[in-house]
Every structure is written in structure tokens, then in C-alpha cells.
């Protein structure tokens, strides 16, 4: 079985319910648990978050939506960040 991950877009066996996981809980039990956030707008409202044990969900899509913290880009290396202000330069010091 593959393991699901954040971003995975899943479906529960039992009621059908689609979405995407946004949440993963490991209880002390053994417990695994999944939270499901289901796609779209009905009634100008967005869909409640589920949360579903992981053996009953399928996945559907491998990483449809990339978590933030997944993996951040580093700035290219020749672009100077900071603003700006000039570098700082430390006066010369009257007491020495």
C-alpha cells in the first residue's frame, strides 16, 4: 500500500468523500488518521474537514497540491537581499 501524504488527493472507500489531505494525526494507539478537506464551493460555503482513517482511503493523485513547507526555494545566488539600505559600517569609535 502507498503511504499517503500531505497534498495526496484521496477517496474514503466507505462514504466516497474526495479531497485532499491537509492534516495527518499518529495516535498512541496506532491510530493513523488523515484529514480531508473536500474541493469546491457549494452555497458560497467550503466543504468541512474530515478526519478518516488512513487503511479506508485510495489515492487518486500523488502530491496534487504541494505543501508550503515542503520545499522552499532558496533565493539565486546573485540576487542581493535585504532592501535597500546600504550595508551597515560601523563608525570609528572616539574612545580608542
Known sequence: MERIELGDSVRDRVTGLEGIVVGLADYLAGCKRAAIQPQ???DFKVGEQLWVDVPLLEILTKRA???FAAEPEAPPADRKTG???PDAVRGADPDR
Open 40 to 42: 469546491g464551493v457549494k
Open 65 to 67: 497540491v504541494l505543501p
Open 83 to 85: 532592501g535597500p539600505r
